[in-house]
């Protein structure tokens, strides 16, 4: 039977209620922390290995419960030609979703 891995980047926000979800529908996940580049903020990255024909179960269930949502950050540099005098202002950033891969897994054991 050909095994997938599913690795998923979510926002740490989503992570709790995606791992109780992946949990009760037997999934199992490894949990990495992980930070991302734009905004600095803390990620989390779930490993979960299926059978081929489980993933868009998987896929499902994060899309279920990481859905892409509007936040407010403040800037964090001036801007361009300001260095001397910075007000900071508020910009509307989109954050939550996943970003989703799926690999093949040419072996797996479990001892």
Not at 6 to 29: F, H, M, P, W
């Amino acid at each position: 039977m050909a095994m997938k891995l599913v690795l998923a980047v979510v926002q740490d926000d989503d992570s709790g209620e995606l791992i109780e979800r992946l949990v009760k529908n037997k999934y199992s996940a490894t949990k990495l922390a992980s930070t991302g580049g734009f905004l600095k903020e803390g990620n989390t990255t779930l490993m979960v290995g299926v059978d081929a024909e489980k993933v868009k179960d998987v896929i499902d269930i994060i899309k279920e419960v990481c859905r892409s949502r509007k936040q407010t950050f403040t800037t964090p540099i001036p801007p361009t030609g300001s260095a001397s005098v910075f007000i900071p202002y508020p910009i509307d950033v989109m954050v939550g979703g996943a970003t989703i891969f799926v690999l093949d897994v040419d072996h797996f054991e479990k001892v």
